[in-house]
């Protein structure tokens, strides 16, 4: 059973870069079968996708975010990260990795997530 | 950029059917998953891939999509399915949600 955690600061000043990694356990990183995605939540309000990074290295960002983002693998660590660059207190959210899995066209969807951690942006 | 759109509540007796919309600009031509999240939970997926029910996922859970519009239906609706509910699709490799809907169990 796959599981994915989520670890990171759970606070980082404004204009700082925010840093996570999921680690993956139970499964591989490596697996052409599957992409990992970061998404974040704000307190009181919806699910927003930060982007997705396929296990060749190829990444999909959300339009709105991706000048500032960047995700990466480390398959020798089984871990995937975000960096989130120039954090303002907007960014303040729950962070939540997943896996997706890979599907022609439209047909992706992500079947596993982790327990979320939160960041709060603020001096 | 593309937008979903869900109703902010919707309140169900138990024992009764739940509808729970999502529009979106000819959604029909994507697929859509939903994911249920209870408070203090992450998401949990519920459906995918329009109508397929992922493994444990109860049978009193579908969904269909057609046109502008995806809906996700609970039948029998019983007090544990008290939650936010979210659907999903993605557009131009870009994942986007709805905005949720917190569903009722009264």
């Known amino acids: 059973q796959v599981q994915l955690q989520e670890s990171g600061p759970g606070l980082v000043k404004p204009s700082q870069t925010l840093s996570l990694t999921c680690t993956v356990s139970?499964?591989?990183?490596?697996?052409?079968?599957?992409?990992w995605s970061w998404i974040r939540q704000p307190a009181g309000k919806g699910l927003e996708c930060i982007g997705r990074?396929?296990?060749?290295?190829?990444?999909n960002y959300n339009p709105s975010l991706k000048s500032r983002v960047t995700i990466s693998l480390d398959t020798s660590k089984n871990q995937f990260s975000l960096k989130l660059t120039s954090v303002t207190a907007a960014d303040t959210a729950v962070y939540y990795c997943?896996?997706?899995?890979?599907?022609?066209?439209?047909?992706?969807?992500?079947?596993?997530w982790g327990k979320g951690t939160s960041v709060t942006v603020s001096s | 950029s593309y937008d979903l759109t869900q109703p902010p509540s919707v309140s169900v007796s138990p024992g009764q059917t739940a509808s729970i919309t999502c529009s979106g600009d000819?959604?029909?031509?994507?697929?859509a998953s939903w994911y249920q999240q209870k408070p203090g939970q992450s998401p949990v997926l519920v459906i995918y891939?329009?109508?397929k029910r992922p493994s444990g996922i109860p049978e009193r859970f579908s969904g269909s999509n057609s046109g502008n519009t995806a809906t996700l239906t609970i039948s029998g609706t019983q007090a544990m399915d008290e939650a936010d509910y979210y659907c999903?699709?993605?557009?131009?490799?870009?994942?986007?949600f709805g905005g949720g809907t917190k569903l009722t169990v009264l």
């Open positions: 891939q329009d109508s």
């Open positions: 997943a896996r997706g899995i890979v599907a022609a066209g439209t047909n992706s969807y992500m079947d596993v």
């Open positions: 139970g499964g591989s990183i490596s697996s052409g079968s599957y992409f």
């Open positions: 000819r959604l029909g031509d994507k697929y």
């Open positions: 999903q699709a993605w557009d131009s490799s870009t994942g986007v």
């Open positions: 990074i396929y296990s060749s290295g190829s990444t």
